[in-house]
């Protein structure tokens, strides 16, 4: 049997995307939609509230494309918490004239591909990044993904050396990018439809298709990379929430 690598867990998450019912918003007064803009504000000012004493993060985000209108990215200690934060948003008004059209729930995930001789807990980058706040960078791209299992490209029956070689490939390409894109790996073995989601943040979406691309021939993408659907989109500031939402 092959090591299994050994995982640090962090934050769970939980990426919820919403469609926007267009034709009933449309249908309530002006009076109606402003109390239920209000109303959404004030569960965001709660969530800032629970980050600013670092117990959580999130991110909203509008998503480009007909699969979906926005995104929220949820960080909590545990998946009680994250259910129901869920539910606290249905509940809303706004969500009345939402439709659900993808959800991924995933912990936040390090592995010990590329080892360190700290103590993982005693350190504050591990930390940072176990328990992240998430940037307000200009873009978002998430996506799920699986390391094939399949004939002679089955992952997990590699020696961890092996495996250690091709992440210490990987991890030398993503350092490439730092400063122009931050990943936020989670891991979804047991909790979702595929094996980890990846969520990148940049201020220039360009950067998201240059990254992804030299991926793909690297040996651990190019051979063992499976991919879900991609959703892409822009930062949805709180001040700029009112004007998405306004009809004329
Ligand atoms: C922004 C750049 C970037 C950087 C610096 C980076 C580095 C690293 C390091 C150092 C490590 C290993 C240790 C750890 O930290 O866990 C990882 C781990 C991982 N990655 Fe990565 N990755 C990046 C970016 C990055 C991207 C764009 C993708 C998607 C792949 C693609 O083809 O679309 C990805 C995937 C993953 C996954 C699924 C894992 C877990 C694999 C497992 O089997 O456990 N990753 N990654």
Request: charged share 25%.
């Amino acid at each position: 049997m092959s090591e299994a690598a050994k995982t640090l867990e962090g934050w769970y998450s939980l990426h919820d995307f919403r469609a926007i019912d267009w034709t009933s918003w449309k249908m309530l007064s002006s009076d109606e939609r402003q109390a239920a803009i209000h109303e959404f504000l004030s569960l965001l000012d709660k969530w800032n509230t629970t980050q600013s004493e670092k117990k959580g993060s999130h991110a909203l985000y509008t998503v480009v494309g007909q699969k979906a209108d926005f995104m929220m990215m949820v960080l909590r200690p545990t998946l009680e918490e994250i259910n129901e934060i869920e539910n606290e948003f249905n509940k809303t008004k706004l969500a009345e004239y939402t439709v659900p059209t993808f959800s991924y729930v995933s912990v936040v995930e390090l592995s010990n591909y590329l080892p360190s001789d700290q103590d993982p807990y005693q350190s504050p980058e591990i930390l940072a990044r176990l328990y992240p706040i998430l940037p307000k960078s200009k873009h978002v791209c998430f996506y799920p993904m699986d390391k094939r299992r399949q004939g002679n490209d089955n992952w997990y029956m590699l020696p961890m050396e092996d495996r250690r070689n091709m992440m210490r490939s990987h991890g030398m390409i993503g350092r490439q990018y730092a400063g122009k894109v931050k990943q936020i790996i989670t891991g979804s073995v047991g909790f979702d439809d595929y094996e980890w989601g990846v969520t990148l943040f940049s201020d220039d979406a360009i950067q998201f298709k240059k990254l992804v691309y030299e991926m793909r021939f690297d040996e651990v993408s190019a051979r063992y990379g499976e991919f879900g659907s991609f959703f892409v989109g822009n930062l949805l500031e709180e001040d700029r929430i009112a004007q998405l939402l306004h009809i004329n």
